[in-house]
């Protein structure tokens, strides 16, 4: 520990020198940790995030608190849990007026040169500044660049060459901060795309999760994720050479993650191992110690805002930030350990609210649960909803895709009916899972004596913890979170326009997928 406190001593007054470290914060949209090379992924391939693993630390536990663009990228950028973030806890949101400062507009006015290509802070609209500008928590944005996709339904935006372009708008020696939001591998995908495009085979998908079927669809459906993946980690590789070319890669941390897990059933828009699991690796040649090492440690998204503001010698609060809840990742950087480092990184907490619409009233699903030790723990607090939105509108918290309509045709074959079930059917108040065992997360172990005595352990633990961080449904006054209204910049209340017979096609709503509840 003493080790410890030199070396953040240290770094503590070389960031208050004059050449601060740069940031860049690479992330894709909906892509699991296990679609990565450096996680053991062979079938597709990933060599610039293996490349910043290699040069530096990859994270194996590395968690979104909540599995769903808009909350879990709030969390990112204010160092809070999203039960701790009033509307932004939910998804499609206004960002509140005048509150939740990001780090990036913290960096911004701290004499960062700030920007972003891509995807930032979505969706939802993010407001007014006081002077009547419009508001960007993620500062000035740089899509102007565009290219010729190599697929229907990839962007279009250049986003290495809109980086370079950032470059060259910063003054000399200024530092920067910049954030890399692919729109891949989020739907829609053109059918198909893997195997015409990207050379693969049906065969190559080694294992299709036990809680979908194993079709030809489910796995061109995979094969379709996979090639946006590979267009999300290409230009990040192009980014990196641009970095190295201009002299800067040494002095800038580069964190390469996603927002949550893959666009699929049972995975975006949920709380288990595929949904909340990132990839997350590390590269900083000037501040790692002992680079290429492996990291055990529980972290959070809430830990990524106070490393980059420890980094650059900021103090959040000071400069206008609510209270950060998470925790500096600096001490793992300056250790020269693998595996468990930090013994109190033993869990993180994970939940959600209202995601997309498809409910009576709208109302939400509202979980929370810990990782801790290889366990996980669900507190489902409104059983009697559908966990995955309701029947009547097609499940709408889950992306339309052909592994979706496979999901629901399974209802209507006794031997298949398992999958509706794992991926739509309704829960019991506890859910519990030995995810070392069991990463597919379809053995509950909530009703087992033997673990009985674990499962009101962590729930005492968790709820103690939520109860420390003011979560309003620890207080009686949960029912805050379905009264938020819903961002300004487009949202569709669908069941009650199904319900009229007015419902439209947004793109990723499949009427083929709507079913009548059976008696």
């Given at each position: 520990m003493?080790?410890?406190?030199?070396l953040a001593?240290?770094?503590?007054?070389?960031?208050?020198?004059?050449?601060?470290p740069?940031?860049?914060?690479a992330?894709a949209?909906?892509a699991?940790?296990?679609?990565?090379?450096?996680?053991g992924?062979?079938?597709?391939?990933?060599?610039?995030?293996d490349?910043?693993?290699d040069?530096?630390?990859?994270?194996?536990?590395?968690?979104t608190?909540?599995?769903?663009c808009?909350?879990?990228?709030s969390?990112?950028l204010?160092?809070?849990y999203?039960?701790?973030?009033?509307?932004?806890?939910n998804?499609?949101?206004?960002?509140?007026v005048?509150?939740?400062?990001?780090?990036?507009?913290?960096?911004?006015?701290?004499?960062?040169?700030?920007g972003?290509?891509?995807?930032?802070?979505?969706?939802?609209?993010?407001?007014?500044?006081?002077n009547g500008?419009?508001?960007?928590?993620?500062?000035?944005?740089y899509?102007?660049?565009k290219?010729?996709?190599p697929?229907?339904?990839?962007?279009?935006?250049?986003?290495?060459?809109?980086?370079?372009?950032f470059?060259?708008?910063?003054?000399?020696?200024?530092?920067?901060c910049f954030?890399?939001?692919?729109?891949e591998?989020?739907?829609k995908?053109e059918y198909?795309?893997?195997?015409?495009?990207?050379?693969?085979?049906l065969?190559d998908?080694?294992?299709?999760?036990?809680?979908?079927?194993?079709t030809?669809e489910?796995?061109?459906?995979?094969l379709d994720?996979?090639?946006?993946?590979?267009?999300?980690?290409?230009?990040?590789?192009?980014?990196?050479?641009?970095?190295?070319?201009?002299g800067?890669?040494e002095n800038?941390?580069?964190i390469?993650?996603s927002?949550?897990?893959m666009?699929?059933?049972?995975?975006k828009?949920q709380e288990?191992?595929?949904?909340?699991?990132?990839?997350?690796?590390?590269?900083?040649?000037q501040?790692?110690s002992?680079?290429?090492?492996?990291?055990?440690?529980?972290?959070?998204?809430?830990d990524v805002?106070?490393?980059?503001?420890e980094?650059a010698?900021i103090?959040g609060e000071?400069?206008g930030?609510e209270p950060?809840?998470g925790?500096s990742l600096t001490?793992?950087?300056y250790s020269?350990?693998?595996?468990?480092i930090?013994?109190?990184?033993d869990?993180?907490?994970?939940?959600?609210?209202?995601?997309d619409?498809?409910?009576?009233?709208n109302?939400?699903?509202?979980?929370?649960?810990?990782f801790?030790?290889?366990f996980?723990?669900?507190?489902?607090f409104?059983?009697?909803?559908?966990?995955?939105?309701?029947?009547?509108t097609?499940?709408m918290n889950?992306d339309s895709?052909p592994?979706?309509?496979?999901?629901?045709?399974?209802?209507?074959?006794?031997s298949?009916?398992?999958?509706?079930?794992?991926?739509?059917?309704k829960?019991g108040?506890?859910?519990?899972?030995?995810?070392?065992?069991?990463?597919?997360?379809?053995?509950?172990?909530?009703?087992?004596?033997?673990?009985?005595?674990?499962?009101?352990?962590?729930?005492?633990?968790l709820?103690?913890?939520?109860?420390?961080?003011?979560?309003p449904?620890m207080y009686?006054?949960?029912?805050?979170?379905?009264?938020?209204?819903?961002?300004?910049?487009g949202?569709?209340n669908?069941?009650?326009?199904?319900m009229?017979?007015t419902?439209e096609?947004?793109g990723?709503?499949?009427p083929?997928?709507v079913?009548?509840?059976?008696?």
């Amino acid at each position: 520990m003493k080790r410890l406190f030199l070396l953040a001593s240290f770094f503590t007054l070389f960031a208050s020198a004059e050449q601060r470290p740069n940031i860049l914060f690479a992330i894709a949209d909906d892509a699991s940790w296990k679609h990565f090379g450096a996680y053991g992924a062979e079938w597709l391939e990933t060599p610039s995030f293996d490349r910043v693993a290699d040069q530096g630390l990859l994270f194996t536990r590395a968690y979104t608190p909540n599995a769903k663009c808009g909350p879990s990228r709030s969390s990112l950028l204010t160092g809070r849990y999203t039960w701790q973030l009033e509307e932004l806890g939910n998804h499609w949101v206004d960002y509140p007026v005048g509150k939740y400062q990001t780090y990036h507009e913290t960096l911004g006015k701290s004499g960062y040169h700030v920007g972003y290509t891509g995807k930032g802070w979505s969706p939802g609209d993010q407001g007014e500044l006081p002077n009547g500008k419009k508001r960007s928590v993620l500062l000035r944005q740089y899509n102007q660049i565009k290219l010729t996709p190599p697929a229907k339904h990839i962007s279009n935006i250049d986003y290495a060459e809109n980086f370079r372009k950032f470059l060259s708008d910063r003054k000399e020696g200024q530092p920067f901060c910049f954030w890399y939001g692919g729109n891949e591998p989020h739907r829609k995908y053109e059918y198909g795309a893997g195997v015409k495009y990207g050379g693969f085979k049906l065969e190559d998908v080694p294992q299709v999760p036990r809680f979908w079927p194993d079709t030809e669809e489910v796995r061109n459906d995979m094969l379709d994720y996979a090639f946006e993946i590979e267009h999300f980690d290409e230009h990040l590789g192009k980014i990196l050479d641009i970095l190295d070319e201009s002299g800067e890669l040494e002095n800038t941390i580069v964190i390469v993650t996603s927002d949550n897990g893959m666009p699929f059933p049972r995975v975006k828009g949920q709380e288990y191992e595929y949904s909340n699991h990132m990839p997350f690796a590390v590269m900083w040649p000037q501040g790692i110690s002992a680079p290429g090492r492996v990291i055990d440690d529980y972290i959070s998204f809430i830990d990524v805002a106070p490393t980059f503001l420890e980094i650059a010698g900021i103090d959040g609060e000071a400069e206008g930030m609510e209270p950060i809840t998470g925790r500096s990742l600096t001490p793992l950087f300056y250790s020269d350990r693998s595996g468990r480092i930090d013994p109190t990184r033993d869990h993180v907490l994970i939940g959600k609210e209202r995601h997309d619409i498809g409910r009576p009233g709208n109302t939400g699903y509202p979980i929370r649960g810990m990782f801790k030790n290889g366990f996980l723990y669900l507190h489902n607090f409104e059983t009697d909803r559908w966990p995955a939105g309701h029947p009547l509108t097609g499940y709408m918290n889950i992306d339309s895709s052909p592994t979706k309509t496979a999901v629901l045709d399974a209802r209507y074959t006794p031997s298949k009916r398992m999958y509706w079930q794992w991926n739509v059917g309704k829960r019991g108040t506890h859910e519990l899972y030995n995810v070392l065992e069991d990463e597919d997360c379809i053995h509950d172990l909530s009703d087992s004596p033997v673990y009985q005595e674990l499962m009101d352990s962590m729930k005492e633990e968790l709820f103690a913890s939520l109860r420390e961080q003011e979560d309003p449904r620890m207080y009686g006054n949960g029912e805050i979170f379905d009264q938020y209204e819903f961002g300004r910049d487009g949202m569709i209340n669908f069941f009650e326009d199904l319900m009229n017979g007015t419902i439209e096609d947004m793109g990723w709503y499949n009427p083929a997928d709507v079913q009548q509840i059976e008696d």
